[in-house]
């Protein structure tokens, strides 16, 4: 078997893999959380816990179909991609991003559209009112509210850029799951200016079965488990963020490693949103997981996130780190690994009679000897 460093599979040239399950996690939530089995059968390729996958989807039909009527092309025009013909209509499907707006395409928009209120706001000055205008914008909402009767093809085609793959957290460890890789994925919905959207690539991952799903594999050495593994391990993971820990978890049973394991986890509701539950009970109950303990966020008037579960535990952790453990947080990074980060200096103030200083520095020399570890985006 080659390892994943070694294998020829990139984002140029993605494995085919089957798409073998697709499984609501969220049922009866307001949010839609899916769980993905994908199959590596008789392709020798391998993965480590930690690492993620690189998607590379096709644009919805619906989608495509939308944007050449407001451009006002039928789809059948030919563009060249490479050193290939093909049509327009295959080439947004298959091969351009002609959803979420960039700056410089707006910008290489207005060099032909010549809209004085989009040329406001692509001035420096203006950039909070531009991030304004493009939160919940497409590209089909510059041509339906600015339509350009005399666009070129090679003029609309030079607006767009070649579709970007998303990477996913593996949820899996391929030793408790041989010739599969798992994911889980929050499916991106929202209603804005009038129009239903969806994310590309949640979106098509949650719309299939059976079929096949080009990606690969995207390893990440800076988010491994401990190499001796009786050291404890303190996961953060809430949402998707507890991706890599079902990874690090079935890893850990499987290989017997005698480090105890603690997670947080947190969500909006228990009873909708408790990604894994019957799992992360069972390894409670056998000893597996030494310490669970749950954030959810809706289930009262006031928000309990994961840092506030830290903070109400935090002799326990500070005792944990005292002895060797690893911290690792995945999920969020705009708030959440922010507010956890936040939390670890205040346990090290109340914990370690720390100054403000002093924890800020201690945060810093525990992630220089790698035992603060982050997989946040
Ligand atoms: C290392 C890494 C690991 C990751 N792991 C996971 C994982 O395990 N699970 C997971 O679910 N994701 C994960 N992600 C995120 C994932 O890569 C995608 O970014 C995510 O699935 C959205 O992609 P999409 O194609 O569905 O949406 P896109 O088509 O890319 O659309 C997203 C865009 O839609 C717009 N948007 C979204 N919501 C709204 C809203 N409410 N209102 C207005 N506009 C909005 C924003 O412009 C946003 O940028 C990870 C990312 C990285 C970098
Ligand atoms: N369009 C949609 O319907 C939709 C829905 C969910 C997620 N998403 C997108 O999908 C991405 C990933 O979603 P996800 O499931 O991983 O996570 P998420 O939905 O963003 O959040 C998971 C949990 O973290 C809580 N949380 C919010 N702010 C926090 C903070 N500062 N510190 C700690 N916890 C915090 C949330 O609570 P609260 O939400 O109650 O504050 C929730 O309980 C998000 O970035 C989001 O953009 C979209």
Redesign the pocket.
Known sequence: MTTSEENSYNKNNPYSSQLLVNRMLTEGSDKETRHFELSLEGSGLSYEPGD?LGVL?FNCSGVVDDLLAAVGFSGSEEVVIGETKIKLRDALLKNYAC??LSKIQIKKFNEIAQVDALAEMLKIENKDNLIDYM??RELIDLFLEYPQPDLSVEDFTGLLRLMPP????IASSLSAHSDEVH????V?R?D?HGRKRK?????YLAERVGETIPCYFHPNKNFKLPEDSDKPIIMVGPG?GI?PFRAFIEERKVTGASGKNWLFFGDRSQKTDYLYGDEWEEYKKNGVLNELDLAWSRDQSEKVYVQHKMLERSSELWDWLDNGALFYVCGDASRMAKDVDQALRTIAQEQGSMSEEDSASWVKALQKERRYLK?V?
Do not use: E, K
């Not at 998303?166 to 957290?169: A, E, G, Q, V």
């Not at 994911?183 to 929050?186: C, K, N």
């Not at 994310?199 to 979106?203: I, P, Q, W």
């Open positions: 993620s989807p959803t979420v939160w919940g998303r990477l996913y957290s994911l889980t994925v929050a991106v929202y804005t994310g590309v690539c949640s979106s998707t991706a997989d985006y």
